[in-house]
């Protein structure tokens, strides 16, 4: 158990230690992405063969996490093999979003904004990248006194450019930002309706206030306000996404059609925002001391 | 920066305004083409479009227009084949077959071409005119394990319901008559059943096309199966007529909606992902009966394929709606089932008195009593399940029976005419 404050505006008891529970938040959020993948990969049947990359990889990464998170200290060739699969699981990310983009060119190289919205989203691979980088983190401790130098279990340490916090926060924000940007192209379909600006709307403000801390050399017990409720808005934006999708792969029906649910709304999509705005409020949570204002 | 602001607000507003602002910018802006209308270009870059170009130009063009090119699948993908392939050939460097069967689209609709080779639009197809004679034993069990009605044997429909009037016609006129619509599910050389091309007509393979209810009336036409007039008299027919040139015809299958096409077209009903339903190349799996036949009786999916097609239905149709047209429907259905097997009693026994040949085709009242359920018995019956009222009555039960009476007239004359015999 972990008593933790968020920001002076929240207690709460978390069920197990910040970083393990950051290392079982990637390992849920590999396995959730990966099955997202899987199915969405299957409307081509897995027939490039490139398409089973991430479903390779997502269970093996997900392994790790839960296995490095029961770990009190891991072992020198445990962590090993945790930052090389993580490393990995950028790689694949990063690897994934090329091959989205080379998806919607056209044989001669040209791109079209028909293609940019209806072909295979080409940011929806960096979640890989993203969630994999989290996972590097998430088994560095800092220093203590020492921002910006990173322990690594058995590792040693390293020098970084920003503190382990500020990390997190530029991940958080760099998600928001992707899932804003995604949402922008994906809602382009078929034209911008008021429920659908929700998540653009929101995304683009969530962005912005995320990013605003991370760069931030003080901020304030408002701020601290803003961004707090920001990431309680984000979950019940994701929430309310995903019922929207949902109804709308129901068609009206009250029945769930295997094909509507892979090429309509997808589902699980909007509960990124849900999944960002908790592990922005899990970023910021610490123990029971003053967050220092200052980098 | 407002005073008592938290500068993570007014930022975060700020940016958020100017991002909607540029969105909306964007959205004003020209889209710049969409898929299928801009062509990836007659340069597809390689050694069969630089020959047809000049050769068979228009072929060129077409694909160029296709979502298959921008999608990347060139010439080589669909026509190279393997060398063990029987319809394959050498031309110019390479082996290909000039007409690409469903073995090579199954290599990226590998679904598509399973619910195919499991539908009447399949083998069944072709074996309505020849049986089994040109299916290969390994092409006859598929047929038989995986579509149920086509078995052989003494109480396989098809098999009982063969055409004798291929063999009579024979080869001098069945190639531009029977076999151009039936062979849609002829056996192909490579193992393959079928031809992908009669619905996807090359090289352009339009999905708005392929949606239209003309396709289908290639086919499903005449005064054996009047289903494309039997939907133009009908209200979603007119909708089509009048509204069609407005509806979105190149939707992504599994995303159509009544908002897309506010009725529906063959394809909505028979296989396009709508609703509940996913997309099927399984014509039948939304059937109930088949209305085909003679003597019409429930199909193997009956349960299932009936909720299937209301649930598509009630899209747009309350189930009372719903449930009240097929009540209907199978009540016209049984009406004429009544009147056809009436004919096939008396036909039966002029055969079994010896009055007539039981050879097909053979005397002017088998014509008649072929006549009766082939032409006005199925067009009552589709007329009914299809909304046309007009060939329900008119081009269905009344000459069923104008028919069915010369029949009677017919059979007690050549009874005299045998001595009186019963």
């Known amino acids: ?295 | 920066m407002p005073s008592g602001l938290p500068k993570t607000l007014v930022i975060g507003v700020i940016v958020t305004g100017l991002f909607l602002i540029i969105i909306y910018i964007f959205t004003q802006l020209p889209s710049g083409g969409e898929p299928g209308t801009k062509q990836v270009s007659v340069n597809l870059a390689d050694k069969c479009s630089t020959c047809h170009k000049r050769v068979s130009p228009d072929i060129v063009n077409q694909f160029a227009r296709s979502t298959m090119a921008r999608s990347g699948v060139k010439c080589v993908d669909c026509h190279v084949v393997d060398r063990d392939n029987p319809m394959g050939k050498d031309h110019e460097g390479f082996f290909i077959t000039v007409s690409p069967t469903p073995k090579q689209c199954g290599k990226c609709h590998p679904a598509e071409t399973r619910q195919f080779d499991h539908s009447r639009h399949g083998a069944p197809a072709w074996v309505a005119l020849n049986g089994f004679a040109d299916f290969s034993a390994e092409q006859q069990k598929f047929v038989s394990d995986n579509i149920p009605e086509a078995n052989r044997g003494p109480n396989g429909i098809v098999t009982a319901t063969r055409n004798s009037l291929f063999d009579i016609e024979g080869p001098t006129v069945t190639p531009l008559a029977c076999q151009s619509c039936h062979a849609i599910g002829k056996p192909n050389a490579d193992g393959s059943i079928g031809n992908c091309n009669k619905c996807h007509l090359r090289h352009e393979f339009s999905l708005g096309q392929v949606r239209k209810p003309e396709i289908c009336g290639q086919c499903h036409l005449g005064p054996d199966h009047p289903q494309i007039e039997i939907y133009k008299e009908s209200a979603h027919g007119v909708m089509y007529d009048t509204q069609g040139d407005t509806w979105n015809w190149d939707q992504k299958p599994g995303r159509l909606t009544t908002a897309d096409m506010p009725a529906p077209t063959c394809a909505t009903c028979h296989m396009s992902g709508f609703g509940t339903q996913g997309t099927t190349h399984d014509v039948g799996e939304r059937l109930s009966k088949f209305l085909f036949a003679a003597v019409t009786s429930n199909r193997p999916n009956y349960v299932s394929g009936r909720e299937a097609m209301k649930s598509i239905c009630s899209n747009c149709h309350s189930p009372k709606f719903v449930d009240d047209l097929y009540t209907k429907a199978d009540s016209v259905t049984a009406f004429v089932n009544l009147k056809v097997k009436e004919a096939s009693d008396i036909i039966n026994g002029l055969i079994k008195d010896g009055v007539i040949t039981s050879e097909p085709f053979a005397t002017q009242i088998s014509y008649d009593a072929f006549d009766l359920w082939h032409y006005d018995g199925r067009t009552a019956k589709f007329g009914a399940y299809m909304q046309g009222p007009d060939f329900v009555q008119w081009h269905g039960v009344y000459p069923l029976l104008r028919q069915l009476n010369k029949v009677k007239e017919d059979a007690a004359k050549l009874r005299k005419e045998h001595g009186g015999k019963r």
């Open chain 1, 1 to 295: 158990m972990d008593n933790v404050e968020i920001f002076h505006l929240a207690n709460i008891r978390l069920p197990m230690e910040k970083n393990r529970l950051l290392l079982i938040f990637v390992g849920i959020n590999l396995f959730f992405t990966g099955i997202d993948v899987a199915l969405a990969h299957s409307i081509n049947y897995f027939i490039p063969v490139y398409e089973w990359i991430p479903i390779f990889y997502f269970p093996i990464g997900a392994i790790s996490c839960f296995i490095i998170s029961f770990e009190p200290s891991p072992r020198k060739w445990a962590a090993l093999v945790h930052i090389a699969l993580m490393s990995a699981g950028i790689l694949v990310g990063v690897l994934g979003t090329a091959f989205h983009l080379n998806a919607i060119l056209n044989p001669l190289g040209s791109l079209t904004w028909s293609w940019v919205v209806f072909g295979s989203p080409v940011l929806a691979p960096l979640a890989f990248a993203g969630i994999s980088l989290l996972g590097l983190y998430a088994i560095t401790e800092e220093v203590e006194g020492k921002e910006g130098i990173l322990r690594v279990p058995g590792l040693g340490t390293f020098h970084a450019p920003i503190s382990r916090n500020r990390h997190f926060l530029w991940l958080v924000g760099l998600g928001f930002a992707a899932s804003a940007l995604t949402s922008i192209i994906d809602h382009a379909q078929y034209g911008y309706s008021p429920y659908k600006m929700i998540a653009i709307v929101f995304g683009l403000f969530a962005t912005s206030v995320v990013i605003t801390i991370a760069l931030s050399k003080q901020w304030t017990k408002r701020d601290e306000f803003v961004y707090f409720w920001t990431m309680i808005a984000a979950i019940v934006v994701g929430v309310m996404g995903f019922g929207f999708h949902l109804s709308a792969d129901l068609a009206g029906t009250g029945q769930l059609s295997l094909e509507r649910m892979l090429v309509f709304a997808p589902v699980f999509a909007p509960l990124l925002y849900g999944d960002l705005g908790m592990l922005g409020l899990l970023v910021v949570a610490e123990k029971n001391k003053q967050l220092t204002m200052n980098n």
